[in-house]
Every structure is written in structure tokens, then in C-alpha cells.
């Protein structure tokens, strides 16, 4: 058994206001390889969800899917993935139920990963101070997701091994 190979792209937001979005030209900096997968994490500033995805053309499989509530507002976090082989970049097509104020989104790459996600955690606080638990086993490894209404982050974390 090999550690997961997770690679941070980058992120990126288009700020227009419609119910599809189409990023072009995504760095994928996972050389190409058979097992090689492209994750997405998403962000919207509304009860509003991800109805699909594409990456590089490929059907995108919705992975874990949040609310979170802050003051008077929801935000809806959701990550996706897809075996993309080939390719030294990507154009990302996202579906949203209805239209939307802004498109955020982080971009990793990864081998070694069979697709099977642990377990979701999530903490909703509207006070601040969010915080949650999660194990990482043996060479495996962690996407971290928040959003505020304005903007999403994401981080990673490696397993020992």
C-alpha cells in the first residue's frame, strides 16, 4: 500500500451571477496516471446546491455535502471527484439548482486513492470557533472545508506513514 499522493491546484472564483459555471484551463499538478483523480470543493453564499460537475469532461461523483448556518445565513459546502487520467489541465462545469452570486472552489489532484470517503464531519456555529474531530489513519488523508458567505477555504492534512 502506497500514501495518498493529495495535491493542492489552487482556487478559484468567478464572481457572475448565473446557474453555470465553466473554469478553464485548471492546472492539474499530478503528472497524468491511471489512477489519478481531481477533486473539487465547492462554496455558495445561499441554500442553493450543486446539482452536477464535470472535470476534464468526465462525470464528477458528489462526496459529502454540508449546510452551514452562520447569523442569518446558509452556506452549502459540497466536494466532488473524478478519475482523470489524462491531461495537464482540466475545464470544471458546475451545475447549480439555481443561480448563484459567486462560484468558489479549491482544486486538488491525487493518486493512490481508491474514491471511498471516511467520515464526514462537520461543526454549524454561527457564534465562531468552529471545531470538529477527525482521525486520519496510516498514509491516508484529510480535505478541510469552511465557508462564510463570501468566501470558501479549504486545507489539507497528510496521515502519519
Known amino acids: 500500500m502506497f500514501p495518498i499522493d493529495l495535491v493542492f491546484n489552487g482556487t478559484h472564483e468567478d464572481s457572475t451571477a448565473t446557474t453555470v459555471y465553466t473554469h478553464t484551463s485548471i492546472p492539474l499538478l499530478v503528472a497524468p496516471h491511471a489512477n489519478r483523480r481531481v477533486i473539487v470543493t465547492t462554496e455558495t453564499e445561499s441554500a442553493v446546491t450543486v446539482n452536477s460537475m464535470t472535470i476534464g469532461g468526465v462525470a464528477a461523483t458528489l462526496l459529502a455535502q454540508v449546510e452551514s448556518i452562520f447569523n442569518s445565513g446558509v452556506v452549502y459546502l459540497s466536494v466532488w471527484s473524478a478519475l482523470v487520467p489524462t491531461g495537464t489541465t482540466a475545464t470544471i462545469v458546475t451545475t447549480?439548482?439555481?443561480?448563484?452570486?459567486?462560484?468558489?472552489?479549491?482544486?486538488?489532484?491525487?493518486?493512490?486513492?481508491?474514491?471511498?470517503?471516511?467520515?464526514?464531519?462537520?461543526?454549524?456555529?454561527?457564534?465562531?470557533?468552529?471545531?470538529?474531530?477527525?482521525?486520519?489513519?496510516?498514509?491516508?488523508?484529510?480535505?478541510?472545508?469552511?465557508?462564510?458567505?463570501t468566501k470558501g477555504a479549504s486545507a489539507l492534512r497528510h496521515g502519519p506513514g
Open 96 to 149: 447549480y439548482s439555481e443561480s448563484v452570486f459567486r462560484d468558489n472552489m479549491s482544486v486538488y489532484t491525487t493518486t493512490n486513492w481508491d474514491g471511498v470517503v471516511g467520515t464526514v464531519a462537520s461543526d454549524n456555529n454561527s457564534t465562531g470557533g468552529l471545531t470538529t474531530t477527525v482521525s486520519i489513519g496510516a498514509l491516508g488523508a484529510a480535505i478541510a472545508i469552511a465557508g462564510n458567505a
